[in-house]
């Protein structure tokens, strides 16, 4: 047997493509074709978004999805998008009102509320003929005392009314309908248990909702339907009470009279309120009635009932298809009066009273928030002057804010609804607003911090701005820790993005006083930590953050999970502009990263924070850059290797960044000989304790690749050894992970022939011991035919390679000698490479025999075949050889496969002329 001459060289050549310089970057993005430039303009004109995706556009043609009216209040009333907005609205708004309120499990109930604990057989069927006085009668407990029940079995029973209103009705039984709906309403007047009174208000309401669906709809059908059940006209969405039938008006109205002799104000006002919507069959002008239930609430002593009833009054107006919003400003008024009442009480020696303010005035809070928004839903400018005058703050359309004050709960929910331009431009005004509105009913505090949340919504156009914040920061100077951090955070994106420098470290120092020799709570933590994030995001650079006073002081003064999320962003910044060079950010940023690491959960390394604090732990360790310090640097690499010694992941970022170090002290000469060889002992000592054979075996390989570049044969040779060690040790992988774990040892091996190219044989440990120990493993290992055969072929390409008396490549090193050189002329050694591919030859054919998978074994057959040409002279024995190899291909693929194809036509034009005859039978 005898390789095949290759000159490497004159190979380039012949297979390189022919150049030109092209006239634009293949990358760059040429201009769009005349018919796409329509398409290109639409998209630049949707408002700059950031991506349009045609098949993510609405699809005018869509079908409309329609609400089953019998889950849906806005059915009753009209489909439109406004009724959709509002029902969704008023959903949210009850689900927020009782998580907002939680109820204890046990409630103690008012003889007002007996009829919850009662069985259904105190409910009996009564005659229509009943007179309406017996409906008067609230059947009180003679039970005296209040009762106990649990807050399910309440609910439980109120759901059981439901559906006995539900069920009466239908059978026809409307009085007792109403009956059992006014003993429902009568729930209401129990506020007993004041915290209980939102979730009962949200259960009520519910009941109440049902029945004005159920008796509009009995009177719409009465207006469409005669009594035999023909239809003789259809009302439509925006009808008139001229449009509405005698029978059907009849109805109606003998329903408010019903409604009107309830005896009991609250529940009269209640079922009025439920049945609202159908005064629009009696009258023109349905929201008439509206102001004269506002005046009916003025009756209700009960102060918390009186702001829940005003709160439904809002909810049920919004059925009527027109209203003017005045009689909710009437409402505000009434409620500010009782809260300024509230306020006025006089507290007890030991602040019961004011105990019990406080929570009445935060379950009142609800009442307020709805109506509020419901004034200023969808108001014009000119209406909002209007509103403001209206309630008692503005003077005049022109001076939207007087110098009078303001309930400072109430300020609060009109500040939150206020439009954006009117916080802009009289936020002078609403400052001064706020602080003549002191009337503890609400935390000013709160009301500071909200100012500045509105005008975050456009800094750009908020006039004074430098008077503004001085005032802030003068007012809460003289407040808590946590008052000061809860109004400041608001207010420093104005402060940062107006460059307002001085008031920053004002800031930062009031911090830095305040919270000085004081344990800082929960609360507390989180209002630093929006605020130091929010200084890290406004800075470009690290180094001017850590230059700010007391920010690192500040920063020691944190601990717990704020503590890691600052520490992270810090981290995030450090390493956002490329590389950390500065020798004293370095330290801390390590310092900081060590705190960091402290707090990752070893039990738990999957943990998403873990993760990203580990990521970002190791891409500061790999941006990190001390110049030309190289000893420095690795001494930084050291340190690492024990401060983070639970992130696996890093330890191979370490013996990258040695690796790394190695080459760049190379450049630099023979200077740093002994540098490079702590780099590579660093690497050596390292690579063991990262977890993977086939991590190790890349990292050893590459180290080796190092080493040999500085002229370290001895090293490379050990690192290789080492390798071999790896990859002699690897247990195959079972499962999903076999084929993944095969790929990369493949990998490994063809990348170590590749290197032994350039490394120099030792005729002290034998010549090709390397390849010989390969060949060795492969024969000790289980692995797939597929995978044997290939590095197979990956043996025979190097001994083929290093046959040759001029290699491909050499070590980058002028004393590294190749082994062209080193055995220039020995026929023993050629022998030896040839006795070597010729111990391979002998098992390829059994080998690929075996390999279960008809198709992989053509393959694999004809990837040697063409791997034998590229490699050997052909004489017979090789012939032979892959005239098997053929054969196989044969009767695995078709025999129109290309492969096969080309492989017949490539073995063909390398056979000598005397054996061109014999390639008809191949």
């Known amino acids: 047997m005898e390789f095949r001459a290759r000159n490497y060289i004159a190979e380039e050549q012949s297979h390189a493509l022919p150049r ?113 006085e017996e409906l008067d009668d609230p059947q009180k407990s003679s039970e005296e005392g209040a009762k106990v029940i649990t807050w399910r079995e309440y609910v439980s029973r109120l759901h059981e009314l439901k559906e006995e209103i539900n069920g009466a009705w239908h059978n026809e039984d409307r009085v007792k309908s109403l009956k059992l709906s006014i003993k429902v309403a009568r729930l209401l007047m129990d506020t007993s248990v004041s915290n209980f009174y939102p979730t009962l208000f949200v259960l009520t309401t519910d009941v109440l909702d049902m029945v004005g669906n159920v008796v509009w709809e009995r009177i719409r059908q009465k207006a469409e339907f005669a009594e035999d059940g023909t239809k003789f006209c259809s009302l439509p969405e925006n009808f008139r009470a001229s449009d509405v039938c005698i029978d059907a008006k009849e109805t109606c109205y003998n329903w408010f009279c019903k409604v009107g002799s309830i005896r009991e104000l609250l529940p009269r006002i209640y079922l009025e309120l439920a049945i609202l919507p159908c005064w629009r069959f009696l009258t023109e002008q349905p929201a008439e009635s509206l102001q004269r239930l506002v005046m009916m609430t003025r009756g209700l002593a009960d102060p918390l009932a009186s702001a829940y009833c005003r709160l439904y ?44 303010k406080s929570s009445l005035v935060s379950l009142m809070e609800p009442a307020i928030e709805f109506i509020m928004k419901c004034i200023f839903n969808d108001a014009s400018l000119m209406r909002v002057g209007k509103v403001l005058v209206e309630l008692g703050i503005g003077r005049s359309q022109e001076e939207l804010f007087g110098g009078s004050s303001c309930v400072s709960i109430v300020l609060h929910h009109l500040l939150k609804e206020l439009p954006t331009d009117v916080v802009s431009s009289h936020a002078v005004d609403i400052l001064h607003l706020i602080k003549c509105s002191n009337d503890y009913s609400y935390d000013q505090c709160l009301n500071y911090r909200l100012l500045g949340l509105r005008l975050c919504e456009q800094i750009s156009q908020i006039g004074s701005v430098d008077d503004i914040v001085n005032e802030v920061i003068l007012v809460v100077s003289q407040c808590g820790l946590d008052e000061y951090l809860k109004v400041i955070d608001a207010y420093l994106d104005i402060v940062l993005q107006n460059q307002m420098d001085g008031h920053l470290k004002t800031i930062l120092e009031g911090i830095s006083e305040l919270a000085c020799d004081q344990v800082i709570a929960e609360d507390e933590l989180a209002g630093l930590q929006s605020i130091l994030v929010k200084v890290l995001s406004h800075f470009e650079d690290l180094e001017d953050v850590f230059s700010l006073n007391h920010f690192l002081q500040i920063l020691d003064l944190m601990h717990g999970s704020s503590r890691s999320i600052v520490n992270m962003h810090i981290l995030d910044m450090a390493t956002r502009n490329g590389y950390v060079r500065d020798p004293t950010s370095i330290q801390l940023i390590f310092e900081i990263s060590q705190e960091l690491h402290n707090d990752i959960d070893i039990a738990n390394k999957k943990n998403d924070d873990n993760q990203q604090q580990a990521r970002l732990i190791s891409h500061f360790v790999r941006m990190v850059d001390h110049g030309t310090e190289y000893e420095q640097h690795l001494a930084f690499l050291v340190e690492c290797r024990g401060a983070f010694s639970s992130i696996i992941e890093l330890k191979e970022i370490l013996v990258h960044s040695s690796n790394f170090l190695a ?24 690579i063991p304790s990262i977890s993977g054979h086939i991590k190790q075996l890349h990292l050893y390989l590459e180290t080796a690749e190092v080493a040999l570049l500085g002229g370290l044969v001895s090293h490379s040779d050990g690192l290789i050894d080492s390798a071999l060690d790896c ?148 004489n017979e024995h090789v012939l032979l050889v892959c005239s098997k190899l ?25 056979l000598p002329a005397a054996t061109a005859a014999s390639s008809i039978t191949v």
């Open 20 to 132: 030109s310089r092209a006239a634009i970057h293949p990358l760059s993005s040429p201009s769009p074709p005349t018919h796409l430039r329509q398409v290109d303009d639409n998209v630049e004109n949707r408002n700059n978004e950031e991506f349009f995706d045609p098949l993510r556009a609405p699809d005018s043609n869509a079908p409309v999805k329609i609400v089953d009216g019998r889950d849906s209040e806005s059915s009753s009333y009209g489909n439109d998008d406004s009724a959709q907005v509002q029902m969704k609205e008023w959903t949210s708004f009850k689900r927020f009102l009782m998580q907002r309120f939680p109820v204890s499990k046990m409630i103690s109930i008012s003889s007002m509320s007996n009829m919850i604990v009662r069985g259904g057989k105190a409910y009996e069927k009564y005659s229509t003929s009943m007179h309406m």
């Open 313 to 356: 009054i809002a909810h049920r107006a919004q059925k009527l298809p027109f209203y003017d919003t005045g009689y909710l400003i009437t409402c505000v008024n009434d409620i500010k009066l009782i809260f300024t009442q509230i306020s006025s009480a006089k507290e007890t020696a030991h602040g019961c009273l004011a105990d019990s």
């Open 663 to 686: 080459t760049k002290a190379l450049k630099d000469g023979k200077k740093h000989l002994s540098f490079v060889k702590s780099c590579m002992a660093f690497s050596e000592v390292t």
């Open 727 to 874: 990859l002699q040790s690897f247990d195959r992988m079972e499962g999903s992970r076999a084929a993944v774990d095969s790929d990369g040892i493949l990998s490994s091996i063809r990348k170590l022939c590749s290197l032994l190219i350039m490394v120099p044989d030792n005729p002290e440990v034998g010549i090709l011991h390397i390849p010989k120990s390969i060949l060795s493993i492969i024969h000790s290992q289980s692995w797939s035919p597929r995978m044997k055969t290939r590095i197979f072929c990956a043996i025979v390409s190097l001994s083929a390679t290093l046959s040759q008396g001029r290699l491909p490549y050499h070590a980058f090193h002028p004393e590294v000698m190749g082994n062209d050189l080193l055995f220039f002329g020995n026929s023993s050694y050629v022998h030896e490479l040839i006795s070597l591919a010729a111990s391979v030859l002998e098992n390829l054919v059994d080998v690929i025999e075996r390999e279960p998978s008809q198709a992989a074994r053509g393959n694999m057959s004809l990837e040697a075949c063409n791997c034998i040409v590229s490699s050997f002279k052909i």
């Open 886 to 910: 053929i054969e196989i291909a044969k009767l695995c693929l078709s025999a129109k496969d290309k492969y096969l194809i080309s492989t017949i036509s490539f073995l063909d034009k390398n």
